[in-house]
T-cell receptor
């Protein structure tokens, strides 16, 4: 069965810390995405990548960066965590011939 | 730019009753349309998708959706709801099957006995 794995289900970090959220897919997908999900706001796109070492900003990239050194891994980086980045973070991937996104289970990040 | 509107934030239905969740989209060309379901604390699971062809699409768990170009809608339906269907439902639109999706804000479904 195809899988998108997010390394942590729950994470608590302090304000100002540098935070890494990891996402790995085993489907050889080219395209990977990071969304954040907040109550009443739905899912909002942070960053995405269509190939190794490439990245594109989504709708809310401020305060975030990403890294895609290998095809299967797409990392979201919070350079200096702030309380307003407390949220659920969802990673997704889709292949060129695929017909639907596969989502990870999410990482619920709390910044205190 | 693409956008998705789910007019109903919360919906309550009785178990065994029929269900329709509304989704309206804004997009200049033929969109790629999706419905996802999210159970509490979980990621999103794809219910069904529309790319082209037959405008009535069947999905998993007994769900179906109908694409109506004239109304810019892609409503999700189920003839008889089960208690396990209680979840958050998201409609999404994309320009291409592999491109970033725009999601609606979701509809929370509560199923009563």
């Amino acid at each position: 069965d195809v899988k998108v794995t997010q390394s942590s289900r729950y994470l608590v970090k302090r304000t100002g810390e540098k935070v890494f959220l990891e996402c790995v897919q085993d489907m050889d997908h080219e395209n990977m995405f990071w969304y954040r999900q907040d109550p009443g706001l739905g899912l909002r796109l942070i960053y995405f990548s269509y190939d190794v070492k490439m990245k594109e900003k989504g709708d809310i990239p401020e305060g975030y960066s990403v890294s895609r050194e290998k095809k299967e891994r797409f990392s979201l980086i919070l350079e200096s965590a702030s309380t307003n980045q407390t949220s659920m973070y969802l990673c997704a991937s889709v292949g060129g011939g695929s017909r639907g996104y596969t989502f990870g289970s999410g990482t619920r990040l709390t910044v205190v | 730019a693409q956008s998705v509107t789910q007019p109903d934030i919360h919906i309550t239905v009785s178990e065994g009753a029929s269900l329709e969740l509304r989704c309206n989209y804004s997009y200049g060309a033929t969109p790629y349309l999706f419905w996802y379901v999210q159970s509490p604390g979980q990621g999103l699971q794809l219910l069904l998708k529309y790319f082209s062809g037959d405008t009535l699409v069947q999905g998993i768990k007994g769900f179906e959706a109908e694409f109506k170009r004239s109304q810019s809608s892609f409503n999700l339906r189920k003839p008889s709801v089960h208690w396990s269907d209680a979840a958050e439902y998201f409609c999404a639109v994309g320009a291409n099957s592999g491109y970033a999706l725009n999601f609606g804000k979701g509809t929370s479904l509560l199923v009563t006995p």
